[in-house]
């Protein structure tokens, strides 16, 4: 037995064959029912939750903080089941140092991210958002609208990942696109099966790419990687997709960009301020040239189910693991 599991905890697990996770978000209900097979479950709305800070040696968790002063908390804690890839809200630093283990869910919605950037790209590409809102005062003649098709243009990626390889093969396969890929940690095979030009530098693809969209985390490298500086280098007829994480692109340098006609438009699911509101936004929405959603790409229900499930699973066999 782990020394990280202590004679009351393992005596535990023997009478009932299951360790205890408290969920401190809500999961999707078949997930509550599948982990109740394999654990002790202690949700957010149960009386037992209550000080569940200094009981907790396993939590699951989606949209919760776990900053360096939560985990300070939980003295007992040795593993976090993590809703999702992004572990941004989770102070990792601490964790390592306690040697708390972060079990989360890479891939589980890439698809479902991937179609958000698609259907972002098509949207901005058509100006269907514009078309529509200036349907809802008047009759719009279809001679005074006007668009962009994407068959056979050119896609940049910036981080080879599983979504952006859902992108690269979408686009490929339903649009015949030219894929053009950076990331400079994976190895110079990767992608094998994909079509594709790797190049050694973001920057080198911006002047080619007819499509940009963004698959990296939100760190120290990658903030603000997309400024005005990038943006003045691509092509006027040029859409910049930002799905991954607020502040990657400069949301100023953006609108600059797109008032100033230095590209064609941008699709965004991901903002500096999530929820985004109007407050902050208002002036880049009333631009005809942008789309805005309030970080969806994940929010479909096989996509929440998958990433659900992967967080169960994959903590409950850490934990068989310890034993």
């Not at 020394?3 to 023997?14: E, K, L, R, T, V």
């Not at 985390?217 to 990038?230: A, F, K, Q, V, W």
Request: glycine share 8%.
């Amino acid at each position: 037995m782990s020394p990280m599991i202590d004679d009351h905890d393992a005596g535990a697990m023997a009478r009932n064959d299951k360790p205890t996770v408290y969920v401190i978000d809500t999961f999707h209900p078949k997930a509550i029912e599948h982990a109740r097979s394999l654990f002790n479950v202690v949700l957010n709305t149960d009386k037992e939750f209550t000080g569940w800070q200094q009981k907790a040696k396993v939590i699951l968790m989606r949209s919760s903080y776990m900053r360096a002063d939560d985990i300070a908390k939980c003295p007992n804690l040795i593993a976090i089941g993590k809703h999702g890839v992004g572990i941004d809200k989770i102070d990792k630093t601490a964790c390592d140092a306690r040697g708390i283990k972060i079990l989360n869910t890479p891939g589980a919605n890439a698809q479902a991210v991937a179609e958000i950037v698609v259907a972002l790209a098509m949207a901005v590409a058509r100006n269907i958002p514009s078309i529509y809102a200036r349907q809802l005062s008047q009759p719009v003649p279809k001679e005074t609208c006007t668009g962009q098709t994407l068959f056979g243009k050119t896609v940049g990626i910036v981080g080879m990942g599983n979504i952006g390889r859902k992108v690269a093969q979408i686009m490929q396969g339903g649009f015949a696109a030219t894929i053009v890929a950076y990331d400079p940690y994976l190895p110079a095979g990767a992608w094998s099966d994909i079509p594709h030009r790797r190049v050694p530098s973001y920057r080198d693809l911006l002047a080619d790419a007819d499509v940009l969209t963004l698959h990296v985390p939100l760190t120290d490298e990658t903030r603000g990687m997309i400024s005005y500086e990038e943006l003045s280098a691509m092509k006027r007829t040029a859409i910049v997709i930002n799905a991954a994480r607020g502040g990657i692109v400069d949301e100023a340098d953006l609108q600059r960009a797109l008032e100033e006609g230095l590209i064609w438009g941008a699709g965004l699911d991901a903002h500096e301020q999530e929820p985004p509101t109007a407050e902050r936004y208002g002036a880049l929405w009333k631009l005809p040239n942008v789309v805005s959603t309030p970080h969806i790409g994940a929010a479909t229900d096989d996509a929440q189910l998958m990433s659900a499930l992967g967080a169960v699973n994959n903590t409950y066999n850490y934990l068989k693991s310890l034993e």
